[in-house]
C-alpha cells in the first residue's frame, strides 16, 4: 500500500506537457521547470526579435535623413558685422 502513495504526482502537479517525464505545474503552465525556462527564453527570443526586425525595417524617417543628407548647402545673404561662416563641403 505505501508503494501505491509513492508514485502519485502531488496534488495540484501532473506530467509535463511536453512529455519529459518530469512533473509540472498550474503556475508553469503544466510545464516542468526546465521545460518552462526553455519556454520563456524562446519568447523572449522571439520578442526581441520582433523588436529588432522593426528597429531594422527601412522607414520613412531614414529616407528622410538619406535625402537631406544629397541636398546641397545653401549660402546665407551676409549679415553686417558677422564675418561670414565657412562651411566644409561634403565629398
Do not use: W
Not at 2 to 21: F, I, S, T, Y
Amino acid at each position: 500500500m505505501a508503494e501505491e502513495h509513492r508514485c502519485q504526482a502531488p496534488e495540484g502537479h501532473r506530467l509535463c506537457v511536453n512529455k519529459c517525464g518530469f512533473l509540472g505545474s498550474p503556475g508553469t503552465v503544466n510545464l516542468c521547470s526546465k521545460c518552462y525556462r526553455d519556454f520563456r527564453l524562446k519568447e523572449q527570443q522571439q520578442a526581441s526579435s520582433a523588436k529588432s526586425s522593426i528597429s531594422t525595417s527601412p522607414s520613412s524617417s531614414s529616407t528622410a535623413v538619406e535625402s537631406v543628407s544629397q541636398v546641397p548647402l545653401l549660402t546665407l545673404p551676409e549679415v553686417k558685422g558677422v564675418p561670414p561662416v565657412v562651411s566644409a563641403k561634403s565629398p
